[in-house]
Nanobody
């Protein structure tokens, strides 16, 4: 099972980008998440969509601006990012959860990772 992320790029402050991650049914079983990592910082949780029921969860910093969704037919998870700010600049990674738990914000709960895609927001 592999994950393939795409959609990164450079935008101005206030702009939008849409990231996509293609996986497989197996990868989607428990949940698919997005994390980001800025230079010199830890990888941080951004959003996740739970596999069985489709419930979504977000980091406080992106609530109201980012939307995670999935297309079950194509095994694709998307992250629509609006009102981007320079603080959103990072490499974004999609990941498949190894199980569903209340620690979904932890990288340890994910066992498959896509290659990161760079998002750069200039002010």
């Amino acid at each position: 099972v592999q994950l393939q992320a795409s959609g990164g790029g450079s935008v101005q402050d206030g702009g939008s980008l849409r990231l996509s991650c293609a996986g497989s049914g197996r990868a989607f079983s428990y949940g698919m998440g997005w994390f980001h990592q800025a230079p010199g910082k830890e990888r941080e949780f951004v959003a996740v969509i739970r596999g069985s029921v489709g419930t979504t969860y977000y980091a406080d910093s992106v609530k109201g601006r980012f939307t995670i969704s999935r297309d079950a037919a194509t095994y694709t998870v998307n992250l629509q990012m609006n009102s981007l700010t320079p603080e959103d600049t990072a490499v974004y990674y999609c990941a498949a959860a190894r199980r569903w738990s209340e620690s979904y914000k932890s990288t340890h709960d994910y066992h498959l990772w896509g290659v990161g895609t760079q998002v750069t927001v200039s002010g």
